[in-house]
């Protein structure tokens, strides 16, 4: 079972839509959890933390199910510049080095 | 210069040809770090340096050797690779989570785009 697991995609919504992207994850001692954004031929950048109670940041939402392994990113109001992939990253052990990266879902938003 | 550089930007090199990958990090971190990334795979870790001492290797084949010779400069020497290195190279720093254990942001640079024919 690979260690992060997410729905590849596309995922093709008009703007304004309400898009949410699923994530699992294998080590249940895992205890960090992160949405990041990679834009096409860029570099990961840190969308947002994930914390055990949920959390907001603007139109983005995150939540965490730690008995199911399993995280969620809802994205609000889309923009067209929220066309991106969204990389689900679990930290791999109790390290505070080593992340584990999922192969990310895409997602366009279109006109 | 600001944030994570990294140089060359593009790299096409033959299997017997020996090259390096330079980062440099302005942030004022201390942990620095090289993932592989592959069409079609997740990012993969492949080596973690803090505080200038590697403190995690991947399993990654010998071809590849990190150098780190300060907190702000983090190399990768190449040398007889083989095509399925062909990949992009990222570089990364964040602050040092050795105190905490909880892992902090990491900023990466805009990679090397590798290719060995």
């Known amino acids: 079972r690979k260690e992060v697991e997410q729905d590849p995609g596309p995922f093709n919504v008009p703007e304004g839509a309400t898009v949410a992207f699923n994530c699992t994850y294998s080590n249940s001692a895992s205890q960090s959890f992160f949405w990041y954004r990679q834009d096409c031929r860029k570099e990961p950048k840190l969308l947002m933390s994930v914390y055990s109670s949920g959390n907001e940041d603007g139109r983005f939402t995150a939540q965490l199910n730690r008995a199911s392994q399993y995280i969620s990113l809802l994205i609000r109001d889309s923009k067209l510049s929220d066309s991106a992939t969204y990389l689900c990253?679990?930290?791999?052990?109790?390290?505070?080095?080593?992340?584990?990266f999922g192969k990310g879902t895409s997602l366009l938003v279109t006109p | 210069e600001t944030g994570v550089t990294q140089t060359p930007r593009h790299l096409v090199m033959g299997m017997t040809n020996k090259k390096s990958l330079k980062c440099e990090q302005h942030l004022g971190h201390n942990a620095m770090y090289w993932y592989k990334q592959s069409a079609k795979k997740p990012l993969e870790l492949m080596f973690v340096?803090?505080?200038?001492?590697?403190?995690e290797n991947n399993s990654v084949p010998s071809r590849f050797s990190p150098e780190c010779p300060n907190s702000s400069h983090l190399f990768l020497h190449l040398h007889t690779l083989q095509p399925e290195d062909s990949a992009l190279y990222l570089c990364?720093?964040?602050?040092?989570?050795?105190?905490?254990?909880?892992?902090?942001?990491?900023?990466f640079g805009p990679g090397t785009r590798l290719t060995v024919t």
């Open positions: 340096y803090s505080l200038e001492e590697r403190v």
């Open positions: 990253v679990v930290n791999q052990r109790n390290s505070g080095y080593a992340l584990n």
């Open positions: 990364a720093s964040s602050q040092d989570p050795s105190g905490t254990g909880d892992p902090y942001e990491q900023y």
